[in-house]
């Protein structure tokens, strides 16, 4: 019988370009793990906790011999970053040696560990081999990062990927839809996409806020007046985003299984297709490719 060479830690979860990946449990759960919105890590064995070097370097080897040819790598779980840079350099180099033909390594990214960082660090990952460094955003408006306990602020996220870009790492932006409901949908749209055009991450997507297991514990934090917006009330307020967007070159992405609406595109040069996409969807949702309830999920 065939045996992973990894004995992970369930549930395990990556971004969906990841899927190729060889996934390496550096750290279990997230380490901050508040967030109103995030069922990932909740579970007791997802506590937060660091591996012992001893255990990663083990599925690193037996990894390598069962595996071959491994090309990428992704950093779990929550957020890799956490660890002091020369952890992950002493990770990076270990990759490098026993997978000849690496060509990237990703992790999942907490702006505020990277607070902690300086940019010549930073560099210092890009050089051994990190590549792409995946940003929950959610929001770029303070009021709602505050009632989902997001711990973060617009300013905090903003010199998070300024200092990815000038480290000559690669940023992938999630932003989720729906997130501040009908009062807050505005501010949400607008204030998110400022601190995207004032960032300029190289990919930007959007998913749609869900709760799979209730939700109980999101209301608890967010307060009375959260009112789930509606399909339609989804697709206005990506127009209002898409409308707000100044970008140059961001990859942009609605693809994922929680959004009704695929939409994929380069930023500005699609803007307006994406644009008459959303407004197809608004007007004449018959006529437009929306995913059938069923299909949607996590």
Known sequence: MYSFPIDYVEPVFRPPSEAKSLILPVTNG???NKCTFCEMYTQPQKKFRARKPEDVLQDIRNAARSLGGVRRVFLADGDAMVLPTRRLLEILGQ???VFPDLQR???YCLPRNLAKKTVEELAQLKDAGLEILYVGMESGDDEILRRVNKGETW?????ALLKIREAGLTSSVMVLNGLGGENLSRQHAINTATLCNETQPDYLSTLVVSFPQGEERFREGFGDDFVPLSQKGLFEEIRLFLE???LDKTIFRSDHASNYLV???TLGRDKQKMLDQVNLAITNPGAAPLRAEWMRGL
């Open 30 to 32: 997230c380490s901050w």
């Open 263 to 265: 939409l994929k595109g």
């Open 155 to 159: 300013e905090s996220t903003r010199s």
């Open 95 to 97: 990759l490098r040696e």
């Open 244 to 246: 707000h967007l100044e």
């Open 105 to 107: 390594v990703s992790s």
